[in-house]
């Protein structure tokens, strides 16, 4: 079996999905692309014929593979990037984990020697332009089998907290401290050297802070979308987006209780937006390469997948997929809790990520440090992704110099877990 490693990570930043998205004028299929291009100029593969040392493109976009997410997108945004022909490209599709089990396929099949010695993974969803389950048509039958209700997340977040009984005031003391962390993060710019800072035009009203510390654009979106918009009166501003849309640094626990319940609206609901993960738009990727692939590239290993599980469970709790799936990856990898020194657990509703973290009883301080779903925004396809993009940050991070390994994980729609452990390279 070859060792495989993630050698480059490179995202763009997370925008907060709806009219004010900072990417409502860019496409899915455009932010891959941007991506794919960021990646290659990171590992010296700008030239076409350089490119068919990667031997494929496997990348996600989860639960919408239509319109711009779909017709393979892995591929078409490959093509769109100016990539080579040779270079194939797949879609993966497991809802909410598809980023990472995007990441997980390509590395199997290098590890048994079926792939090449590079490949690119990830994803990409754009939940501004394609609403989560527009398109969908399930079998009329399906509700003979599992509670339709449960399709839809929120509602399974309202069972989670009832189940469980998870208060309200846990919910919102948990999204108030996500938001916090991930302020503190980007004050800090911790993720900078995996941000692609893209020049675009956004509405006039959420031109504000996006570029803090005034980098410099590494791509300019194309103006097909910017120009309709402009021509229906909308009013923009070209910026450059240099950090995640959706943190609210302001954030505090009566701000959170003063909203209402969303998904249900008897006397006990208390799953609400505020504490609830963001709908978003993004894109996200890796580079992978055996120690041969990384020798031809010139690159540096920095770490390395060592275990993976995903689980399924009763759809209506999907949420506690992580207190499944964690402890089936540490037992795959011969390991033990306390040996994991950083958790990346997505925070898709804030009732299922306190019974994560309390029922594996996980160090709050070591859980999501720069904040998570819910304060940095959970892009379904592209968040696996994105969370490996950021732990490889977290490794090269001095704070945590003392950091083996970082497990990552989350729950995943219709009833799934999964978790991945990630070593450092050293």
């Known amino acids: 079996m070859k060792e495989v490693f993630v050698v480059e990570a490179a995202r763009t930043p997370v925008a907060r999905a709806g009219k004010q998205s900072w990417f409502t004028n860019v496409r899915a299929d455009e932010l891959s692309a941007i991506v794919f291009k960021e990646l290659r100029k990171r590992v010296g593969l700008e030239d076409k014929a350089k490119q068919g040392i990667i031997d494929d493109v496997v990348w996600a976009a989860t639960a919408n593979a239509f319109m711009e997410q779909g017709?393979?997108?892995g591929r078409l945004a490959w093509i769109l990037s100016d990539g080579s022909y040779d270079v194939p490209g797949c879609t993966v599709d497991r809802f909410c984990a598809s980023g990472l089990n995007s990441i997980e396929f390509a590395i199997a099949t290098m590890m048994n020697g079926w792939g090449g010695d590079v490949a690119i993974a990830g994803g990409c969803q754009h939940m501004s332009h394609i609403p989560?389950?527009?398109g969908a048509d399930v079998h009329p039958d399906l509700g003979n089998y599992m509670n339709m209700m449960a399709i839809n997340m929120g509602y399974t977040a309202e069972i989670v907290a009832r189940r469980f009984n998870i208060s309200r005031e846990q919910q919102?003391?948990?999204?108030?401290?996500s938001h916090l962390k991930c302020a503190a993060a980007q004050a800090a710019n911790k993720t900078k050297d995996v941000l692609i800072p893209i020049q675009c035009k956004v509405p006039a009203k959420a031109a504000k802070n996006t570029n803090p510390f005034g980098v410099a654009p590494a791509y300019v979106a194309t103006d097909h979308l910017a120009k309709a918009a402009a021509e229906k009166g909308d009013e923009l501003a070209e910026v450059v987006c240099a950090r995640d849309q959706g943190v609210r640094p302001e954030t505090t626990m009566e701000?959170?209780?003063?909203?209402a319940p969303v998904f249900m609206q008897d006397e006990i609901a208390s799953v609400t937006a505020g504490n609830s993960s963001q709908i978003n738009d993004a894109a996200a990727g890796v580079v992978l390469a055996t120690e041969e692939g990384a020798k031809a590239l010139g690159k540096k290993p920095i770490m390395k997948m060592v275990s993976w599980a995903v689980v399924g469970l009763?759809?209506?709790?999907?949420?506690i997929g992580p207190t499944l799936a964690i402890p089936k990856a540490l037992k795959r990898a011969g390991m033990t809790q306390d040996q994991i020194g950083l958790w990346e657990v997505n925070e898709a509703f804030a009732s299922q990520s306190v019974y994560c973290r309390d029922t594996l009883g996980l160090p709050k301080d070591r859980v999501n440090v720069w904040g998570s779903g819910i304060s940095i925004g959970h892009p379904l396809a592209c968040t696996g992704a994105r969370i490996a993009c950021d732990i490889t940050a977290l490794f090269k991070d001095p704070d945590f110099a003392d950091v083996e390994y970082i497990m990552e994980s989350m729950c995943i729609g219709h009833g799934h877990?999964?978790?991945a452990?990630?070593?450092?390279?050293k």
Do not use: C, H, K, T
């Open 71 to 73: 017709l393979n997108i």
């Open 132 to 134: 989560m389950g527009a």
């Open 172 to 177: 919102d003391q948990f999204s108030m401290e």
């Open 255 to 259: 701000s959170l209780a003063a909203m």
């Open 314 to 319: 009763e759809p209506d709790i999907m949420g």
């Open 417 to 419: 877990g999964a978790a």
């Open 421 to 425: 452990i990630w070593q450092r390279v």
